[in-house]
């Protein structure tokens, strides 16, 4: 099991950004797929970006490429979100999860392939 915790949110201006972190413990097996998703009031949740910490590659979903940077941090614990020109429609519960051993091919940005989430961190963006 991964117990995963996530910072870096809060309330920023349109056109800001904000960097999120996820950092995981309780395992420390080193391919793991991990993933950001989010969740807007009233809205279902959604992928955002995954990447896989063996090998490094990245996973995006097609309709939030360009403002969204996933990367690994220094160890294989943890990642980061980056976002950059935020808009208001980013407002959102950003949640991390994981998935031991790495990612499925075809599966890196389904909610059903992770078994670990965190509790979620909250981003606001105002006009």
């Known amino acids: 099991q991964v117990q995963l915790v996530e910072s870096g949110g809060g309330s920023v201006q349109a056109g800001g950004s904000l960097r999120l972190t996820c950092a995981a413990s309780?395992?420390?097996?080193?391919?793991?797929?991990l993933a950001w998703f989010r969740q807007a009031t009233g809205k279902e949740r959604e992928p955002v970006a995954s990447?896989?910490?063996?090998?490094?590659?990245?996973y995006y979903a097609n309709s939030l490429k360009g403002r969204f940077t996933i990367s690994q941090g220094d160890t294989q614990n943890a990642i980061h979100l980056q976002i950059d020109d935020l808009k208001p429609e980013d407002s959102a519960t950003y949640y991390c999860?994981?998935?031991?051993?790495?990612?499925?091919?075809?599966?890196?940005?389904?909610?059903?392939?992770?078994?670990?989430w965190g509790q979620g961190t909250q981003v606001t963006v105002s006009t």
């Open positions: 309780g395992n420390t097996y080193s391919r793991k797929c």
């Open positions: 990447i896989h910490t063996g090998g490094g590659n990245t």
């Open positions: 999860a994981a998935r031991i051993g790495g990612c499925w091919p075809g599966r890196e940005l389904a909610a059903q392939h992770y078994h670990s």
